[in-house]
């Protein structure tokens, strides 16, 4: 029956956010914006909170992690309590969380990758830039990961910003990377890296290219790499020029023909922006290691689509990076689309679900930067208050904090509060300082957790 919902400040409307990165932030944001009396937990399997903006976003840009600061006035708040190092479908299953909370709000991203499905891609230097990106950045699952960079040659399959991050961190001095938060055990790996050259690879041309031109500009103002790019590869017709409208692409190919028409400087190593080429085959030197990708020539149809030539060329690498999309992944209980990678949802309601709702990557699938998600995370939000307001969400059976806090203790769970994670922010910080660096992180999950509020 439609009626108003009796939140009270005795009784507050109780909700669940399933990971807290920018989605999960941004969706709790909007919580407490609302009219009505709320209290938001939100939880994160990792000790440490925003998700990708500490181990997504590159490290040499910091800027765009500044966002955190307005990230922790949220998770400040008295009505919100983070939950660190608690996994949904585990420490918290489905149940209990239904159980627990008046509504659950999924905003764990999309933490996968897609594959190439071309022969040779689980050959040993063949990965996914996802993987790569979480080694430097100090992923936990990462850290401990070996990562053997005597690779000469590098070839990065995608022109989306990962694809160009990747190539960039590979292609800086150790000056350079000292100047970022990179993660401790990335850096003098990196600084006795092999590798001379970068093939970044695009299969359709410069117009259809997903980078950015702020990212792009970065290859022309590195101290020991210069950019190389073919005339031949980014030339279009004046139908294909007038056919762009956005003012972005417009700067990326003006950017790449100023890339093209540079003398080379000899630079210690070469960045080299492809286009129009499609990766068939990784080789095998015979012990089960990259020793080669064999690419296929394409041009475009009238439609815009890669066709392939049937011309060949076989690049000289030894280590594949595929940066072609993430993907979602399936949670405990939870509906999901395998086809898409996401949580089946309309306007961000959770399908045949009352009371579940998906936002961000989870919800739309894997694309826009962080401050997308802010609208997306605020949309879905809209939909929970009005569910709310309809008098339509269930109602939880354990409407109270101490009862979480009771189940997790039961089970041996080690929470990780905001408090704590503020108190090994600072040991990071203060030991980056030592170090004349911006942050060193802490990467292994036993480490974070010796570093709790005293």
Same mark, same amino acid.
């Given at each position: ?50 998700? +990708?903006? *500490?181990? &997504?976003? $590159?490290?040499?840009?910091? =800027?765009? /992690? ?5 990230? %922790? ?127 970044? +690879?695009? *299969?359709? &041309?410069? $117009?259809?290219?997903?980078? =950015?031109? /702020? ?5 022309? %103002? ?233």
């Amino acid at each position: 029956m439609s009626q108003e919902q009796p939140y009270t400040p005795e009784r507050p409307l109780r909700v669940a956010v399933i990971g807290s990165g920018p989605s999960g932030i941004f969706a709790t944001e909007a919580l407490l914006k609302s009219d009505l009396s709320v209290q938001v937990d939100v939880f994160d399997r990792l000790p440490t909170p925003y998700g +990708l903006v *500490r181990y &997504g976003v $590159a490290p040499d840009h910091l =800027t765009i /992690k500044s966002v955190t600061r307005g990230f %922790e006035k949220t998770l400040s708040d008295p009505r919100v309590q983070f939950y660190g190092n608690v996994e949904f479908g585990r420490d918290l299953t489905y149940e209990e969380a239904r159980a627990h909370y008046d509504a659950l709000v999924y905003t764990v991203g999309a933490s996968s990758d897609r594959r190439l499905g071309i022969p040779g891609e689980d050959l040993k230097g063949s990965m996914s830039a996802t993987e790569f990106v979480a080694w430097y950045n100090g992923h936990p699952d990462a850290a401990a990961r070996e990562m053997l960079l005597h690779a000469s040659g590098v070839a990065v399959v995608g022109v989306g910003n990962v694809a160009l991050d990747v190539s960039r961190i590979l292609a800086k001095t150790p000056a350079e990377l000292r100047e970022s938060d990179i993660a401790p055990h990335a850096l003098p790996a990196l600084e006795a890296s092999q590798v001379r050259d970068i093939f970044i +690879l695009g *299969r359709r &041309g410069p $117009a259809q290219a997903a980078f =950015t031109t /702020k990212e792009l500009r970065e290859f022309g %103002e590195l101290s020991a790499a210069e950019p190389v790019v073919k005339g031949q590869e980014i030339a279009l017709t004046e139908a294909e020029e007038a056919a762009i409208t956005d003012n972005v692409k417009k700067k990326n190919v003006e950017v790449l023909r100023d890339f093209a028409g540079r003398t080379p400087e000899g630079k210690e190593r070469r960045v080299h922006l492809r286009f129009l080429v499609s990766p068939v085959e990784i080789l095998d030197d015979g012990q089960g290691n990259v020793a080669g990708l064999k690419v296929q020539r394409n041009r475009l149809d009238d439609s815009g689509n890669a066709v392939g030539t049937g011309e060949y060329e076989t690049l000289p690498v030894q280590m594949v990076l595929r940066s072609v999309g993430y993907r979602g992944v399936a949670l405990p209980g939870v509906p999901f689309d395998e086809k898409r990678g996401v949580i089946p949802n309309a306007g961000g309601r959770v399908e045949g679900r009352a009371g579940e709702y998906a936002a961000g990557w989870i919800g739309r699938g894997p694309s826009g930067v962080v401050g997308t998600n802010r609208k997306d995370a605020t949309d879905t939000v809209a939909r929970l208050l009005e569910d709310a307001r309809s008098g339509i969400l269930p109602t939880a059976t354990h409407a109270d904090r101490a009862s979480v806090d009771a189940l997790l203790s039961g089970k041996g769970v080690q929470v990780f509060t905001f408090a704590d994670w503020q108190a090994l922010d600072a040991h990071e910080l203060a030991q980056g300082q030592a170090q004349d660096r911006p942050r060193h992180k802490v990467v292994h999950r036993e480490e974070m957790l010796t570093h709790r509020r005293k």
